[in-house]
């Protein structure tokens, strides 16, 4: 479960491998996935206790590259160069040899070292035309310790050769040629969505503008309701005072008389 989720969800590897180290702390096995699982978490000091346990469980050297670099993690680069100089690496196997390379260039530019850095890099298997699969791993640090150092052409040409071998995606060799080329990458998804938030907006925009143009219809209507109310009432005979119609009558009575 914790070689599952360590790549993912390191915390949750993390958490697996305690409740592993409660049942089976006595297991070599157990101790490495827990270091492996606090290394992805950068607790260097817990991962490089539990390498040490499973190392003295084993016997094997193959844990002492990343233990060498636990101590790197831990701000002791110096620890580090002296455990690359250690007889152990010579009973590495040849992945194993190259890792530490890469764990003693890392310490080189920890101390500011960046020249020592790019020498340590420079090795047979980084001149090889043959990918392995460390290939990738060991161009991308040579042409980042270029960079770093002011060597863009040999960078770029570095950064290069690390595309050319990298085909699982192990690191951004292509981003980081990409940037020296100055090309620049859109990303579609986020203009898919500003372009829908200017419809949007456009749509709401026609909405405002209907309503207005139906309420000022609305208002005109009444308007000419009103208006033909008026001419109605304008048209009805107004009827006269009821006290002036009796009157009238009153003096046609007295006429008659």
């Known amino acids: ?5 360590i790549d993912e969800d390191p915390e949750g590897a993390y958490a697996y491998s305690k409740i592993a180290l409660r049942l089976a702390s006595r297991v070599a096995a157990v101790r490495e996935a827990a270091g492996f699982a606090a290394y992805a978490n950068q607790k260097y000091s817990e991962a490089l206790a539990e390498f040490r346990a499973a190392r003295r469980m ?31 690496v010579h009973k590495l196997d040849k992945a194993g040899q190259v890792e530490m390379r890469l764990v003693a260039a890392g310490a ?40 770093a150092a002011g060597r863009e052409d040999e960078a770029r040409e570095w950064f290069a050769k690390a595309v050319e071998s990298d085909k699982d995606g192990s690191t951004d060799a292509s981003d980081r040629l990409a940037e020296m080329d100055g090309v620049e990458f859109v990303d579609a998804f986020v203009e898919d969505e500003d372009d829908s938030d200017v419809v949007d907006a456009d ?25 033909i109310e008026d001419d109605e009432d304008d048209d009805e005979p107004v009827a006269e005072p009821t006290a002036a119609v009796e009157a009238k009558d009153d003096d046609k009575d007295d006429d008659k008389n």
């Open 58 to 88: 084993t016997g094997s050297v193959d844990l002492w590259p990343v233990m060498a670099d636990c101590e790197r993690g831990l701000g002791r680069p110096e620890k580090a160069l002296e455990m690359a100089g250690a007889p152990e």
């Open 108 to 147: 080189r530019r920890d101390m500011d070292q960046l020249d020592a850095a790019i020498v340590t890099l420079q090795s047979p298997e980084l001149a090889s035309n043959t990918v392995q699969p460390w290939t990738a791993r060991l161009r991308y640090a040579y042409a980042d310790a270029l960079l």
């Open 1 to 5: 479960m914790v070689a599952r989720l």
């Open 203 to 227: 749509t709401d925009a026609d909405s405002e503008i209907a309503d207005e143009a139906s309420v000022a219809d609305e208002v005109d209507v009444d308007d000419e309701d009103d208006d």
